[in-house]
T-cell receptor, first 112, second 116 residues
Framework: DQQVKQNSPSLSVQEGRISILNCDYTNSMFDYFLWYKKYPAEGPTFLISISSIKDKNEDGRFTVFLNKSAKHLSLHIVPSQPGDSAVYFCAASGYNNNDMRFGAGTRLTVKP | DVKVTQSSRYLVKRTGEKVFLECVQDMDHENMFWYRQDPGLGLRLIYFSYDVKMKEKGDIPEGYSVSREKKERFSLILESASTNQTSMYLC???????????????FGEGSWLTVV
């Protein structure tokens, strides 16, 4: 039973446009939500996070939005760059990180 | 920078062999994790450890065991490798704090295991 779902396996956008990656979760006890980026043959790297007490967190070109009532979060990348092409994983955990769960990932391709 | 090092990047093993995957972190983190990544399934937690000699099962512990004799080292053991254990294995670590501090985990580069 996947508690974190990324329903779009892939997304393709043009350079300079906005990329929006979506994530849904089922466990209302999750307190922290994170996005990780993964290049081929490398481990995932932390990108941005948000706690359940916020609805938005911004870091440069990356913004994460959280809608707790809908159990939905999204990652916005503006403007998208070819170097952003990677697989993005959504993750969620409770108060302790022992129970962190990941989605299946979305492969983003940014075309020059 | 946090450094999580997995000793083997690529391994090919035969069915029935005992396989050891080693992981070392250099940030004095209390928590360490083993995940496997498979297409369409994302990252699934196999085992984690929150202290030396302590371990907890994750979502898919069957067919695996772990060992944590030293704080910086966490080993994943496949007692008798099978073809359905062909996958990418990722080790990770994190600090013991809660909230955003403890919830950011850092991954190694991964170990590609093929069981034939």
């Amino acid at each position: 039973d996947q508690q974190v779902k990324q329903n779009s396996p892939s997304l393709s956008v043009q350079e300079g446009r906005i990329s929006i990656l979506n994530c849904d979760y089922t466990n209302s006890m999750f307190d922290y939500f994170l996005w990780y980026k993964k290049y081929p043959a490398e481990g995932p790297t932390f990108l941005i996070s948000i706690s359940s007490i916020k609805d938005k967190n911004e870091d440069g070109r990356f913004t994460v939005f959280l809608n707790k009532s809908a159990k939905h979060l999204s990652l916005h990348i503006v403007p998208s760059q070819p170097g952003d092409s990677a697989v993005y994983f959504c993750a969620a955990s409770g108060y302790n990180n022992n129970d962190m769960r990941f989605g299946a990932g979305t492969r983003l391709t940014v075309k020059p | 920078d946090v450094k999580v090092t997995q000793s083997s990047r690529y391994l090919v093993k035969r069915t029935g062999e005992k396989v050891f995957l080693e992981c070392v972190q250099d940030m004095d983190h209390e928590n360490m994790f083993w995940y496997r990544q498979d297409p369409g399934l994302g990252l699934r937690l196999i085992y984690f450890s929150y202290d030396v000699k302590m371990k907890e099962k994750g979502d898919i512990p069957e067919g695996y065991s772990v060992s944590r004799e030293k704080k910086e080292r966490f080993s994943l053991i496949l007692e008798s490798a099978s073809t359905n254990q062909t996958s990418m294995y990722l080790c990770a670590s994190s600090a013991a704090g809660t909230g955003a501090f403890g919830n950011t985990i850092y991954f190694g580069e991964g170990s590609w295991l093929t069981v034939v």
